[in-house]
């Protein structure tokens, strides 16, 4: 019972942080569309409330909130390509290796990699920060990490 009560209690706070970032992101865009553009100090404010929300969400034990962690990373990274996280990095890399089924180490790893270098994927991410589908999204990085193995240099 209580580990059924911890879970619903992390689902809430995350997607009650995932909302909140997902809404200044919204708002950030928006701003971005009419040519406006965010001082560094707003910037920097959004990339740490991100990074918690992030990190939070990657410290689950829950295979859900996890993948919506990593949708929300590629999301946020393709939206803003100068986003770096050590911390973020790091939590990818532990998922990446120590989670419990393939599919989501899989899937901590294309995140990772697009964290680590976003260049890989080609220069235009931008078709990433509309995909509302976390299948599309990761199929998008698998089809673009791929994309060179597969043709004549």
């Known amino acids: 019972m209580k580990s059924l009560i911890k879970i619903i209690t992390t689902v809430l706070l995350f997607l009650s942080i995932s909302f909140t970032g997902v809404e200044s992101q919204a708002s950030v865009i928006e701003a971005d569309s009419i040519s406006a553009e965010i001082t560094s100090k707003e910037k920097k404010a959004l990339f740490n409330k991100m990074e918690v929300a992030f990190l939070y969400g990657l410290n689950s034990n829950v295979n859900g909130i996890l993948e919506s ?31 419990d089924t393939h599919f989501i180490r899989y899937r901590a790893l294309l995140t990772l990699a697009l964290m680590r270098d976003q260049d890989r994927f080609g220069s235009d991410l931008s078709p990433l920060a509309n995909m509302n589908n976390k299948d599309e999204a990761f199929e998008f990085l698998n089809e673009r990490l791929n994309a060179d193995k597969f043709t004549a240099k």
Do not use: G, M
């Open 69 to 99: 962690s990593f949708h929300h990373i590629i999301v946020f990274k393709a939206t803003y390509n100068d986003f770096d996280s050590d911390k973020v990095t790091n939590a990818l890399n532990k998922v990446a290796k120590e989670a």
